[in-house]
């Protein structure tokens, strides 16, 4: 067995260590640097005017719909799997998936869900919305934990609130938008083909953004 001498291991120990240390400055600087531009970024897009106190109010708002209005799309699902299999759900989720999605909302509450890959051509998110999606998206790519995402609130020149919050794939949701070679040749993927010719809904795996929901309320609508 050769042993190194005493200096030059030192040497190799010390390296090792620099170049450990540096690797993890730069991989915390990068993070950081992401965060700050993502900052700055929807600091730049945004016209809020918000006091502390209605910021806080409206997101609880948001949230509070944005769980209502899953819980009862999941539960509907979920009934419909069960009573006419997965491949029906789809052309359940077709017909009911909007009157479900807006049992929620009212003259002053707007509720919509988009993503950046659609399944619904009516679900093409637009500019603003592509904007907040793409937010969304560089959280996931710092490093951010889906816990820890945050939604965005802004008000419009015009007075309208608008609250956003990303959707996280659940498990159950995979079935029919998880990797497409696992769908191919099914009686769930001639059905999703048939409805949506131009799906793009698939490649996702539980804990993925799949898309967003999108709470708009107007001036009629205060917060409380």
């Given at each position: 067995?050769?042993?190194?001498?005493?200096?030059?291991?030192?040497?190799?120990?010390?390296?090792?260590?620099?170049?450990?240390?540096?690797?993890?400055?730069?991989?915390?600087?990068?993070?950081?640097?992401?965060?700050?531009?993502?900052?700055?970024?929807?600091?730049?897009?945004?016209?809020?005017?918000?006091?502390?106190?209605?910021?806080?109010?409206?997101?609880?708002?948001?949230?509070?719909?944005?769980k209502q209005s899953f819980d009862t799309l999941r539960s509907s699902l979920q009934t419909a799997i069960s009573?006419?299999?997965?491949?029906?759900?789809?052309?359940?989720?077709?017909?009911?998936?909007?009157?479900?999605?807006?049992?929620?909302?009212?003259?002053?509450?707007?509720?919509?869900?988009?993503?950046?890959?659609?399944?619904?051509?009516?679900?093409?998110?637009?500019?603003?919305?592509?904007?907040?999606?793409?937010f969304f998206a560089s959280q996931k790519e710092n490093g951010i934990e889906n816990d820890s995402l945050k939604?965005?609130?802004?008000?419009?020149?015009?007075?309208?609130?608008?609250?956003?919050?990303?959707?996280?794939?659940?498990?159950?949701?995979?079935?029919?938008?998880?990797?497409?070679?696992?769908?191919?040749?099914?009686?769930?993927?001639?059905?999703?083909d048939s409805l949506y010719p131009s799906d793009m809904a698939y490649g996702f795996k539980p804990g993925d953004?799949?898309?967003?929901?999108?709470?708009?309320?107007?001036?009629?609508?205060?917060?409380?």
């Amino acid at each position: 067995m050769w042993l190194l001498p005493m200096d030059l291991s030192t040497c190799l120990v010390e390296r090792m260590l620099n170049s450990t240390t540096k690797y993890l400055f730069m991989k915390q600087l990068i993070v950081l640097t992401g965060l700050l531009s993502m900052t700055i970024f929807m600091s730049c897009k945004t016209n809020n005017n918000f006091t502390n106190e209605e910021n806080l109010q409206y997101t609880k708002m948001g949230n509070r719909i944005v769980k209502q209005s899953f819980d009862t799309l999941r539960s509907s699902l979920q009934t419909a799997i069960s009573e006419q299999g997965v491949a029906n759900a789809i052309s359940f989720c077709q017909v009911n998936a909007y009157p479900l999605t807006d049992t929620y909302a009212s003259d002053s509450v707007f509720i919509r869900r988009t993503a950046l890959k659609y399944r619904n051509p009516a679900n093409k998110p637009d500019s603003i919305e592509e904007r907040i999606l793409h937010f969304f998206a560089s959280q996931k790519e710092n490093g951010i934990e889906n816990d820890s995402l945050k939604t965005v609130t802004e008000r419009t020149a015009n007075g309208i609130i608008n609250f956003y919050k990303p959707i996280i794939l659940q498990p159950m949701c995979a079935t029919c938008h998880g990797d497409k070679s696992n769908l191919m040749n099914t009686d769930l993927w001639k059905t999703i083909d048939s409805l949506y010719p131009s799906d793009m809904a698939y490649g996702f795996k539980p804990g993925d953004i799949r898309g967003m929901w999108h709470i708009q309320f107007t001036t009629k609508n205060k917060a409380k």
